[in-house]
């Protein structure tokens, strides 16, 4: 059992910065999905169990950054050049076993998330 508390959201004009963190119980491959009013949740990014690998949705590829500290089992998401359209609940998600890391299928475990509203 993995357990994931997200931090870091808040309130920010468009063009600001926000920094997300997601403290895990353990050390796994870890993702971010956002969920906005009225949609589906969908893919953010994702990095491997050693950090060497990171993916990106298209929509985020180049303003977001995502890290790990496995020291501190901690996982970040460096959000920059904000947009209203990142307006969402973030959610840190975690997986025991291999799955597609774009799809909320492919993990085991999910934080509460965290409110990011980016104002214009």
């Known amino acids: 059992q993995v357990q994931l508390v997200e931090s870091g959201g808040g309130l920010v004009q468009a063009g600001g910065s926000l920094r997300l963190s997601c403290a895990a119980s353990?050390?796994?491959?870890m993702g971010w999905f956002r969920q906005a009013p009225g949609k589906e949740r969908e893919f953010v990014a994702a990095?491997?169990?050693?950090?060497?690998?990171?993916y990106y949705a298209d929509s985020v590829k180049g303003r977001f950054t995502m890290s790990r500290d496995n020291a501190k089992n901690t996982v970040y998401l460096q959000m920059n050049s904000l947009k209203p359209e990142d307006t969402a609940v973030y959610y840190c998600?975690?997986?025991?076993?291999?799955?597609?890391?774009?799809?909320?299928?492919?993990?085991?475990?999910w934080g509460q998330g965290t409110q990011v509203t980016v104002s214009s």
């Open positions: 998600a975690a997986r025991s076993r291999v799955g597609s890391y774009y799809l909320t299928s492919g993990y085991d475990y």
């Open positions: 353990g050390r796994t491959f």
């Open positions: 990095i491997s169990w050693s950090g060497s690998s990171t």
